[in-house]
């Protein structure tokens, strides 16, 4: 099997989870025998470039012509079976849907995101979710709101492209969703059933766990719509020590949040950004993992490495949280939660997003994770090994070469 993988690499001050899964998917398919060719353009060589290309960067979301005559000679010396296709902005555009069809290559495009249908990808704006451009022929409310870099002139840039590579789009050969909220997503766009896979991400497997550690952990981006704020309010409504230790690890703008808890309780510790050993160890120290997103988080990483550590996740019942503990199908965007109250999946559990629910949530699972450690792990041996992810993977390939 001979696959392209065309991916625009996100800027590396923004560190992005895209980007590791990218590298992961290359890796995995090479071991697993199949020959991977990359066409991956990367944003932090933006400053770098010509007067030129920098003057036709901002049409670059609706055609990028260095990208296009560079993808078809690739096409058409190595003639490969299948073109995979992550990210394509700004620098590749979706046109290489377009040219690779015209080269009689098949697209796979792995769906990170809702950029189908807004600007930035998130549904999430000014503190809360937003779907304010779903279900329009053009994203207006974006391009009023700024969503896309803060900029109305790139927002309508943006704006313009999704709407004029709907067809584009809906001419993908098969998309593999990351989990039933994005394959949702995609059915109200207008893709049909047949031609959507859900296929989630992997990683690496740690190896057999740690005996369980006591207490909580959260770790990650420390951005709004991670959770932090609505954490720390609901773990405020308990005495200091009454759950044990809380440990906050990562970095991002609301840093100080982190900061202020871990000064003014004992059970709060600020652990600071950490590398893998680090994660480890702060897995190995706890016993359960937060993972409480206030919007439609896709698919957060987070989740899948704590289950590989068989640690049990509490959630909240946003995006692919529910689909990842084993609570039921992924929450998409403008739909309803059925989740009402703390319910319990093979490997977790989800609340509402609501300080109060998570607050409640709380003790009772401290004292129920210890008992969920195993099922955590074989939730991710059975679900998010490599081996499983890329045996699917491979067999989407064959189905659409066929």
């Given at each position: 099997?001979?696959?392209?993988?065309?991916?625009?690499?996100?800027?590396?001050?923004?560190?992005?989870?895209?980007?590791?899964?990218?590298?992961?998917?290359?890796?995995?398919?090479?071991?697993?025998?199949?020959?991977?060719?990359?066409?991956?353009?990367?944003?932090?060589?933006?400053?770098?470039?010509?007067?030129?290309?920098?003057?036709?960067?901002?049409?670059?979301?609706?055609?990028?012509?260095?990208?296009?005559?560079?993808?078809?000679?690739?096409?058409?010396?190595?003639?490969?079976?299948?073109?995979?296709?992550?990210?394509?902005?700004?620098?590749?555009?979706?046109?290489?849907?377009?040219?690779?069809?015209?080269?009689?290559?098949?697209?796979?495009?792995?769906?990170?995101?809702?950029?189908?249908?807004?600007?930035?990808?998130?549904?999430?704006?000014?503190?809360?979710?937003?779907?304010?451009?779903?279900?329009?022929?053009?994203?207006?409310?974006?391009?009023?709101?700024?969503?896309?870099?803060?900029?109305?002139?790139?927002?309508?840039?943006?704006?313009?492209?999704?709407?004029?590579?709907?067809?584009?789009?809906?001419?993908?050969?098969?998309?593999?969703?990351?989990?039933?909220?994005?394959a949702a997503h995609l059915g109200d766009y207008g893709i049909p059933a047949d031609r959507i896979a859900v296929k989630p991400n992997s990683i690496p497997d740690p190896g057999p766990p740690a005996p369980a550690g006591d207490g909580f952990l959260f770790y990650g981006r420390f951005a709004p719509e991670k959770g932090l704020g609505l954490l720390l309010d609901a773990w405020h409504r308990h005495p200091d020590g009454a759950l044990g230790p809380l440990?906050?690890?990562?970095?991002?703008?609301?840093?100080?949040?982190?900061?202020?808890?871990?000064?003014?309780?004992?059970?709060?510790?600020?652990?600071?950004?950490?590398?893998?050993?680090?994660?480890?160890?702060?897995?190995?120290?706890?016993?359960?993992?937060?993972?409480?997103?206030?919007?439609?988080?896709?698919?957060?990483?987070?989740?899948?490495?704590?289950?590989?550590?068989?640690?049990?996740?509490?959630?909240?019942?946003?995006?692919?949280?529910?689909?990842?503990?084993?609570?039921?199908?992924?929450?998409?965007?403008?739909?309803?939660?059925?989740?009402?109250?703390?319910?319990?999946?093979?490997?977790?559990?989800?609340?509402?997003?609501?300080?109060?629910?998570?607050?409640?949530?709380?003790?009772?699972?401290?004292?129920?994770?210890?008992?969920?450690?195993?099922?955590?792990?074989?939730?991710?041996?059975?679900?998010?090994?490599?081996?499983?992810?890329?045996?699917?993977?491979?067999?989407?390939?064959?189905?659409?070469?066929?």
């Amino acid at each position: 099997m001979k696959v392209v993988v065309a991916h625009n690499r996100y800027r590396s001050v923004l560190p992005s989870g895209e980007n590791v899964i990218v590298d992961q998917d290359i890796a995995e398919l090479r071991a697993a025998g199949a020959q991977v060719l990359p066409f991956l353009r990367d944003s932090d060589d933006i400053p770098a470039m010509s007067t030129l290309d920098k003057a036709l960067l901002p049409a670059s979301p609706l055609y990028n012509g260095r990208a296009q005559r560079e993808l078809a000679a690739l096409l058409r010396r190595t003639r490969p079976d299948v073109l995979h296709l992550h990210n394509p902005y700004p620098l590749l555009s979706p046109w290489v849907v377009r040219t690779a069809h015209r080269h009689g290559v098949p697209v796979v495009q792995t769906v990170h995101n809702y950029r189908q249908v807004c600007s930035p990808g998130l549904y999430f704006r000014d503190g809360g979710i937003c779907t304010d451009c779903r279900g329009r022929a053009l994203g207006w409310p974006g391009v009023r709101h700024a969503c896309y870099r803060d900029s109305r002139a790139q927002s309508a840039v943006m704006a313009v492209a999704l709407a004029a590579h709907r067809p584009t789009w809906r001419s993908v050969d098969r998309y593999l969703a990351l989990t039933s909220g994005i394959a949702a997503h995609l059915g109200d766009y207008g893709i049909p059933a047949d031609r959507i896979a859900v296929k989630p991400n992997s990683i690496p497997d740690p190896g057999p766990p740690a005996p369980a550690g006591d207490g909580f952990l959260f770790y990650g981006r420390f951005a709004p719509e991670k959770g932090l704020g609505l954490l720390l309010d609901a773990w405020h409504r308990h005495p200091d020590g009454a759950l044990g230790p809380l440990r906050l690890a990562g970095d991002g703008p609301q840093r100080e949040l982190a900061e202020r808890a871990a000064a003014s309780r004992a059970d709060v510790s600020y652990l600071g950004p950490l590398d893998r050993d680090g994660v480890r160890a702060a897995l190995a120290a706890s016993s359960v993992v937060l993972a409480v997103p206030t919007w439609h988080d896709v698919l957060p990483t987070v989740v899948i490495e704590a289950l590989a550590a068989g640690r049990p996740v509490l959630g909240t019942a946003l995006g692919g949280v529910p689909y990842l503990v084993g609570v039921g199908a992924a929450v998409a965007p403008g739909a309803a939660s059925p989740v009402t109250a703390l319910t319990a999946g093979a490997a977790g559990w989800v609340v509402p997003p609501r300080a109060d629910d998570l607050a409640a949530a709380l003790p009772a699972v401290r004292a129920a994770a210890p008992g969920l450690a195993g099922a955590a792990r074989d939730r991710y041996l059975a679900t998010f090994h490599p081996d499983v992810v890329t045996a699917q993977l491979l067999a989407v390939y064959a189905a659409v070469a066929r």
